[in-house]
């Protein structure tokens, strides 16, 4: 079974950096879409970024110019560099997998708080 794994949260500083990996397992990681998605304390969960499996980026507004994703296919891993952190973005940070013919994958979370 298919499973997403994320690592590297924690507490950081405002204006601090962290860099967040998510590895797969037992699926063909070259064609997914992998994207993070970040849920705050009493909010619906939204999309942060997505990459594609040829690379393509999205962000959500409110973190262009500030998070970068990136993948790898040799090891399986997606990644979110996140720069100049804020405190909304204070979440539990979820790795999602996704192709067209299938439901999505997700891990099981993992907490990012920014506070001083």
């Known amino acids: 079974q298919a499973q997403l794994v994320e690592s590297g949260g924690g507490l950081v500083q405002p204006g601090g950096s962290m860099t967040l990996s998510c590895a797969a397992s037992r699926l063909s990681f070259h064609i997914w879409t992998m994207a993070w998605y970040r849920q705050a304390p009493g909010k619906q969960r939204e999309p942060v970024a997505h990459i594609d499996g040829g690379g393509s980026t999205n962000y959500t507004d409110s973190v262009k110019g500030r998070f970068t994703i990136s993948r790898d296919n040799g090891k399986n891993t997606v990644y979110l560099q996140m720069n100049n952190l804020e405190p909304d973005d204070t979440a539990v940070y979820y790795c999602?997998?996704?192709?067209?013919?299938?439901?999505?994958?997700w891990g099981q979370g993992t907490q990012v708080t920014v506070s001083s």
């Open positions: 999602q997998a996704w192709v067209p013919w299938l439901s999505p994958l």
